[in-house]
Every structure is written in C-alpha cells, then in structure tokens.
C-alpha cells in the first residue's frame, strides 16, 4: 500500500489513499508563507498526492485563495478539490482570529445551513478558488444544526449533484454521531471524519463506519494526529484543537515510548493506523511545508510491522 494508490467514489473520482488538508494555508496556529504554501502544491503533485481540502473556515477564505492560485498552473483534469458549505463570511470590521493566524480580519464566519446559505457559500468559495467547479463538497461542522442541514443544505446540494455541478456530496465534522445520521437519512457519497479514528480515539468504529460501511459511504480520516499530538506528544501539545489534558498527554506519551523502543515513529504509526480499517478508505494530512509533504510521504509509506500493530493495539485497549 502506497501513499498514490487510488481508490474510487460512486462517481468515479479517483482519490489517493493520502490527501493533502489545507487549514494550514489560512494559517491555523502559526503563520505560513504564501510560498510555502505553493510548495506544498507544487510537491504534492510531484509526489502524485492530487487531492487538496480546503474550506472557507480555514483563515476566513485564506485557504481557498492561497490554494486555487497555487493550482493555477496545473491542467484542472489533474488534481481534485474538496471544500465545504456552512459558513459564510460577510464583512465585519478588524475580526480578529485566534486559531488562524493569517486570517482575513476585513470578514467574520456566520454559520448558515439553509439552502440558500449552502449555494451562497459555494459560489464564494469557487469565487476564492478562481475554479468553475469543485469534485467534493462537504457540509461543515453542522453540531448545532443538524436537522436543518439534513432537511435544507443536503438537498440543495444534492440537486447540483443531479444538473452535475457538483459531483460528490459529503459531510465534514469531528464527531461521529451527526455524520452517521447523514448516512442513514441521505444519499450522500463520502464522510470527512476528523480526529475520530486515531491511534488516541477510535469513536468513529462504533457505529459511523459500520453504517458507512453498509451504505457504500468512502469515510476519510483527517486530523490523524489530532491536532497535533501524536507528531510530537510533549507538555503543550494540542489534541482536538485545544492544549492536551494531562491525561491525554500521557496516553500518547506511553504510545510515543513503545513505539521509540522499537525504532518507529509516531508519526509513522499516526499515518498508517486509520487505513488498517476497511471502512477508512483514504485519509488527509496537513502540512506546511514541501519537506512535511515528503516526510510524511514517507511515513507513509514505510509499513509498520503487523507483531508491533498486535502489541501496539494491546496498550491502546488497555488505555481505553
């Protein structure tokens, strides 16, 4: 299994089994260069990675802007977009933004899940990309709205899918509960889980996947190092987009020293866990730079061997 190999939605996309997630680009927790951001593009697509996520959440449209211009160059049959309906930005004066560091301050998020509010949001965010089309769009975060997400965005959404505007539609969120819902009460094509199916919370395995699983669903996992954590478990380190609790910190500490014991990575181990499910199909990680792009293409890559995943996955159970 190779980081390039493809699998395919009901729609005939194809997707690698490693995707590249862009809420660095609007700068989430620590600035990033314009450049760097093109970096990553430009080794994405030498590495054979052409799937890219963004979303008008990440750096207030940052993400969305950054990433269509570094994609200018390449021929559009060439790569696939994801982005995400939900939130809307309108004018606002001096919006500060804590998590994304290189945000648009001159716009604030509203959440919107009407049908109106999930054509408007599209419209924007192709408006950003400088794209007439996007392969993937992801309902975004609706914890607080599901109902009218199910019963408004979803079938705005999936009547561009029927006039082929767009072509896939999904469900973004990092919790498992909403998604599977989408699953059971919609048509829709692919679930964008976040930090559910990790080495520290495999949640999403109760009934999420089983559902997906059943309906022919492509469950993506992202945030595999929820928030941080497992690339580099020390004291400060996040995990679900927040500081690490003592006791989380320490249960990926334990993870970090059985696997330094054994001369792996936990980053390696962070990268490989999720695809050891069959109902994950493919998975996204975020990266800052052309050498995490390659670093991590390399993790990847590298197969942990299945006696350590035996003996790793007993500590797991007992951590739990």
Not at 115 to 141: N, P, Q, T, Y
Not at 142 to 147: A, E, L, Q
Request: include cysteine; proline fraction near 6%.
């Amino acid at each position: 299994m190779r980081h390039s190999d493809k699998v395919t939605l009901k729609s005939g996309i194809s997707l690698p089994l490693m995707g590249i997630g862009t809420a660095t680009f609007g700068g989430m927790y620590t600035p990033i260069q314009v450049r760097d951001a093109e970096m990553v593009v430009d080794e994405a697509i030498k590495l054979d990675i052409p799937y890219f996520d963004t979303a008008p959440h990440y750096g207030k449209g940052v993400s969305e802007t950054r990433l269509g211009s570094a994609l200018k160059k390449y021929p559009r049959d060439s790569y696939v977009i994801s982005t995400k309906v939900g939130r809307i930005l309108v004018p606002a004066l001096d919006a500060d933004d804590s998590d994304f560091k290189d945000a648009d301050s001159s716009v604030e998020r509203i959440f919107d899940f009407s049908a109106s509010g999930a054509e408007r949001s599209l419209k924007d965010s192709l408006e950003r990309l400088g794209k007439d089309f996007v392969e993937i769009v992801f309902i975004h975060d609706p914890d607080d709205y599901p109902d009218q997400a199910i019963a408004e965005a979803y079938p705005a959404l999936a009547k561009m899918r029927e006039q082929g505007i767009i072509k896939n539609i999904g469900v973004g969120m990092n919790q498992p509960e909403i998604p599977t819902r989408f699953v059971k009460e919609t048509d829709i094509d692919i679930v964008l889980i976040a930090g559910r199916y990790t080495l520290l919370d495999q949640s999403a395995q109760r009934e999420l996947i089983p559902a997906a699983l059943s309906r022919g669903v492509h469950v993506v996992a992202a945030g595999v190092f929820n928030s941080g954590i497992l690339a580099n478990p020390v004291a400060g380190a996040h995990y679900d987009y927040a500081p690490a609790s003592p006791q989380i910190l320490a249960r990926a500490q334990a993870i970090a020293a059985f696997l330094k014991e054994r001369d792996i990575a936990i980053e390696r181990a962070a990268l490989q866990f999720p695809l050891r499910n069959p109902g994950i199909k493919s998975l996204l990680v975020g990266c800052r730079s052309a050498e995490e792009v390659r670093k991590n293409t390399e993790f990847f890559n590298d197969p942990v061997p299945e006696s350590i995943w035996e003996e790793l996955e007993a500590l797991m159970s007992k951590q739990s």
